[in-house]
């Protein structure tokens, strides 16, 4: 980067504070409890949850969604303004965090790099340029004022009907996500960002999305050690600052058939800690994920969770979960249920952590833009994002002197992956940008009968006619709309799940970006012109 940050700790922490128990014992059992929860709020500067939350619970950090981000001058502010409210009571820094993955999951889309999704870096086929463009995208975070990104993703996607991971995983073997994620892994360091490999035991072999259900990995323990946990144990090895946790159950390593892995002592403490020799902090993934939320409850989640082994306990959306856990793990250290001792090894945990990735929130530019997607970056994520188009069978080129019918699947309903936003950068802005005439249909993942009705008309009528679909091999109705559409002139897009380009085997194109952000349909539109 043209601009170096400075490594700057708050006055008064620093590393040869933690040789001795000497921060354990400044501290207050408020204090160390709140080191122990992560938040999420909504709203583009703090609300008057959040500065609750900071000034009276003195939680240790923030997690923002794309509901919090805009422009990178506001993003800046508002990351400044999260650490100024915290210095007001500690000189301990706050762990700000994101999920900038890349495709799909990158809550920042304005002003930055992009990046493209996992397995888009994999067909692009350079580790290298995995490497560079993942440093690129990590030290835009970090001028922005975050410290941790959850990254990389080691699952090992082996499960096509897998609804929440898919292009999030690097491969569907255990030597392409290896590779892959220990690449990014690398990047995310030499950016000095705080990393995370999840999902922890792995969440590659599922087909129920956590965050609306309880997934289940029945797999014997040699199965599990082959796949599952080989990417995490090479992870390990290259030393990933954190591991974040999985709502999935494991009957090999937990024999409570109820127990996900985030709640499993036997998982977190005795597989985790203790056979594979993790040191870092243990995040759990979001415990207001339906797995959670819907079985025991966040509040009751949470602090079994603690007890069987996490150390920051991630919840992003409702006040009264977050202050109740806190609640609950005070009154349960009261009870002497849970030992203030083990309260210690967590907080020593993630005071080290903290320690190691000393923020500088007080250097960072106020606005950090023209320092941000740098020409380079650029240049590195177009050429990353063309290479990375995965053509099925043959493509005919669109006729750009015929006009084309556009059919955008879009999401509608919000999960942890899929932010629901209005968006204008569909696949019609790169084609009308070359000069093709289109006109568009917007319909939703689970196709109602009406739209089904009125996409055929439209498309009987059409010269040509482009799908984007989105994991259409898990929508029983997205199958049946293009299986009606006329294939003699219909192109496919997979907008997500590659796997949607076999449902269209006489189709005149069929393609995919692993993604449907702008530069993953940019690249895309240049392809379908090409041929």
């Known amino acids: 980067m043209i601009w170096q940050m400075q490594s700057v700790y708050l006055s008064g922490f620093n590393s040869s504070s933690l040789s001795s128990r000497a921060a354990h014992t400044m501290l207050s059992l408020k204090q160390k409890i709140g080191q122990l929860l992560m938040v999420g709020f909504d709203g583009l500067t703090p609300n008057a949850h959040i500065e609750h939350m900071l000034r009276e619970r003195q939680v240790g950090g923030v997690i923002l969604f794309r509901r919090n981000v805009d422009h990178p001058a506001q993003i800046a502010a508002l990351t400044r303004r999260l650490q100024e409210i915290n210095a007001e009571h500690t000189n301990v820094p706050l762990m700000i965090s994101i999920d900038q993955e890349g495709g799909m999951v990158a809550r920042i889309e304005n002003g930055v ?28 975070l970090r001028l922005l004022g975050f410290t941790v990104n959850f990254v990389p993703d080691v699952d090992v996607n082996n499960n096509r009907r897998n609804p929440v991971i898919g292009v999030r995983a690097f491969g569907e073997t255990v030597e392409e996500v290896t590779t892959w994620s220990l690449a990014a892994l690398r990047g995310v360091q030499a950016a000095g960002m705080i990393s995370a490999a999840k999902h922890f035991p792995g969440h590659g072999d599922t087909d129920v999305d956590s965050h609306l259900g309880l997934p289940r990995v029945p797999h014997a323990r040699a199965r599990l050690d082959a796949i599952e946990l080989a990417p995490f144990r090479a992870a390990i090895a290259a030393g990933v600052d954190t ?3 999985s709502h999935v159950v494991f009957p090999a390593f937990e024999a409570d058939p109820d127990t996900p892995a985030t709640m499993s002592h036997a998982v977190l403490t005795g597989l985790l800690r203790e056979e594979l020799g993790f040191n870092g902090v243990v995040f759990t993934d979001c415990l207001e994920m339906d797995a959670i939320a819907k079985g025991p409850g966040t509040v009751a989640g949470a602090v079994a969770a603690f007890k069987a082994g996490a150390d920051v306990l991630l919840i992003s959306h409702t006040q009264a979960r977050q202050e109740g856990f806190l609640d609950a793990l005070a009154d349960a250290v009261t009870r002497g ?12 945990r993630i005071l080290a952590l903290k320690s190691r990735h000393p923020v500088a929130w007080r250097d960072l530019p106020l606005d950090p ?31 750009p002197q015929q006009p084309v019918l556009l059919i955008t699947v879009e999401v509608r309903e919000r999960t942890e992956i899929d932010e629901v936003e209005a968006r204008p950068d569909t696949l019609a802005a790169p084609l009308r940008a070359a000069g093709l005439g289109v006109e568009e249909i917007r319909i939703p993942l689970a196709v109602t009968e009406a739209d089904r009705m009125r996409v055929l008309h439209k498309a009987a009528e059409a010269a040509q006619v482009v799908m984007v679909s989105y994991n259409a091999i898990l929508q029983p109705a997205q199958q049946a709309l293009i299986a009606a559409l006329p294939a003699e002139k219909l192109w496919l897009v997979a907008g997500r799940l590659p796997y949607d380009l076999d449902l269209a085997p006489a189709a005149r194109g069929r393609l995919t970006a692993y993604a449907n952000r702008p530069a993953a349909l940019s690249a895309i539109a240049g392809r379908l012109l090409a041929g």
Do not use: K, W
């Open 113 to 140: 790099t992009p990046l493209p999704s996992a397995l888009a870096f994999r067909a692009a086929g350079s580790v290298a340029d995995c490497e560079t463009l993942t440093r690129f995208a990590n030290e835009e």
């Open 243 to 245: 591991i974040m946790t």
């Open 337 to 348: 249920e849970i030992s203030e001792s083990r309260i210690d090894a967590s907080l020593a």
């Open 369 to 399: 833009a023209p320092l941000l997607a740098q020409p380079a970056a650029l240049a590195l994520s177009q050429s990353v994002h063309q290479r990375a188009v995965t053509v099925a069978g043959t493509l005919a080129p669109l006729q």
